[in-house]
């Protein structure tokens, strides 16, 4: 049986790379299409922008967009987080979440939706990344107050968050593991860089860097693809990425 996907940001880069797997994928489905109000796309066939064999319209409503879904990845801006979250625990769909950015109270309105709904969000889906935060944890641990941390991350002129979600949740994995300490972080837009993160551990001795560099987007699409499958056979709660480690 083909599991049914509905794409919150069908019309993003991240939007458009996970509709190209699923096209290429035999037990998945496009099932619906979300884009933003005034979007040149809504109304219009999602083969309109990518090749597909789907007959999927995009549509401007997260209802609409999950009415067949068994599931919904979202990465749509963070405006509007709240009303598709809410889209998705009256329907009692499945959401995994890559929007960055997030304000606290949308971070709340995530872990409430743990009530009702399998919920999942992360600032980054790769393993690689996913990685970077145990080791950047164990490192933090391991080295001690003598070093003095920072967070250099580099990604296209497009991106809107500064710094990256990504490098904000490495900074709050080393919090978690060492108490409150002071970072450093310097983020760089420069043409269109996927993503590069690098954490720094600098004494007046020696220096260690952890660096991770994201050679394609399908790295976070296929990694939030996978995640997706694997969460929509959850009980209800709000997950992290680690408990799929």
């Excluded at 963070?78 to 949308?106: F, H, N, W, Y």
């Excluded at 020696?206 to 394609?216: P, V």
Aim: hydrophobic fraction near 40%; charged fraction near 20%.
């Amino acid at each position: 049986m083909q599991k049914r996907i509905a794409i919150f940001g069908a019309a993003g880069r991240m939007g458009q790379t996970l509709i190209r797997l699923i096209e290429k994928q035999e037990d998945l489905q496009l099932a619906g299409a979300l884009d933003h109000d005034g979007s040149g796309f809504i109304g219009k066939p999602v083969s309109d922008l990518i090749e597909t064999s789907s007959a999927v319209h995009f549509t401007s409503d997260p209802i609409q967009a999950l009415t067949y879904a068994d599931i919904v990845i979202d990465f749509a801006l963070a405006k509007g987080a709240d009303e598709r979250i809410q889209a998705c625990r009256s329907a009692g769909v499945p959401m995994l979440i890559g929007t960055t950015g997030l304000s606290d109270s949308q971070q709340q309105s995530i872990q409430e939706a743990g009530n009702d709904i399998p919920i999942l969000w992360a600032s980054n889906m790769s393993l690689g990344v996913n990685l970077i935060f145990r080791l950047a944890s164990e490192a933090a641990k391991a080295l001690g107050s003598e070093f003095k941390i920072s967070i250099h991350e580099t990604h296209h002129v497009h991106k809107l968050d500064s710094p990256s979600g990504t490098a904000l949740s490495i900074g709050d994995v080393i919090g978690n593991a060492v108490g409150a300490v002071d970072i450093e972080y310097e983020s760089k837009r420069e043409g269109e860089v996927i993503g590069d993160h690098t954490v720094v551990f600098d004494s007046p001795h020696e220096r260690i860097a952890i660096h991770h560099h994201a050679k394609n987007r399908s790295v976070f699409a296929q990694g939030a693809l996978n995640l997706a499958l694997r969460l929509s056979e959850k009980s209800k709660n709000c997950y992290r990425v680690r408990d799929f480690i």
